[in-house]
């Protein structure tokens, strides 16, 4: 099983809501991490845990609060976005962070909408 | 900082056409290069993974070249096919970071 599960698949919210996106892999990685992908654009990275513990913040402003409750599950919390924020959340997992840890596996991502 | 160019930015061929897509990297210090392929609105599918001490990945109608020294990998793709219309993506790892991806190849694969 290579398979990294996202949901919801779509989500639209106001600039005033709380929602979150969920993330799961069950192929026994240590690692995971959120891409943010605006159209026609690379993935560009946000967060990265490494097990179970945030290891990297692409200085992420702080409305995007991630979440890492265990190996296999990452979640994104999202409060007060603005418009600008809407874009394709991808969750990617591999075995590690340091040095040569074979693949990076994404989910289908969740795509955002903040009217 | 790596930084990673693939070329053509967009590509248009009839169905049949063998092809090469062509990536390169500014550093060549990385553990892997890595290209995927992505269908619009979906997520990253992976297609192959080479790690810097290979040459060469082979996964069906598709090969994957890695020259570290000088900053290169190509994707073939052999007989393509309307199915691969998709964009291509082409990213490194260097040793001290996550993934640098590069900005993506667009293919149409016409019938």
């Known amino acids: 099983d290579t398979e990294v599960t996202q949901t919801p698949k779509h989500l639209v919210m106001g600039m005033t809501n709380k929602k979150s996106l969920k993330c799961e892999q069950h192929m026994g990685h240590r690692a995971m991490y959120w891409y943010k992908q605006k159209a026609k654009k690379p993935p560009e990275l946000m967060f990265v845990y490494s097990y179970e513990k945030l290891s990297i913040n692409e200085s992420v402003p702080s409305r995007f609060s991630p979440e890492c409750p265990n190996s296999s599950l990452l979640n994104l919390h999202l409060h007060a976005l603005q418009p600008e924020d809407s874009a394709l959340y991808l969750c990617?997992?591999?075995?590690?962070?340091?040095?040569?840890?074979?693949?990076?596996?994404f989910g289908e991502g969740s795509r955002l909408t903040v009217l | 900082k790596q930084e990673v160019t693939q070329i053509p930015a967009a590509l248009s061929v009839p169905e049949g056409e063998n092809l090469v897509l062509n990536c390169s990297f500014t550093d060549s210090a990385i553990y892997n290069l890595q290209w995927f392929r992505q269908d619009p609105g979906k997520g990253l599918t992976s297609l192959l993974l080479?790690?810097?001490?290979?040459r060469e990945q082979t996964s069906g109608r598709l090969n994957a070249s890695l020259d570290k020294s000088s900053g290169r990998s190509t994707l073939y793709i052999a007989a393509s096919q309307p199915g691969d219309s998709a964009t291509y993506l082409c990213a490194v790892r260097p040793g001290y970071s996550t993934l640098t991806f590069g900005k993506g190849t667009m293919l149409l694969v016409s019938p």
């Open positions: 990617a997992s591999s075995q590690g962070l340091a040095g040569n840890t074979g693949e990076l596996f």
């Open positions: 080479i790690q810097s001490s290979q």
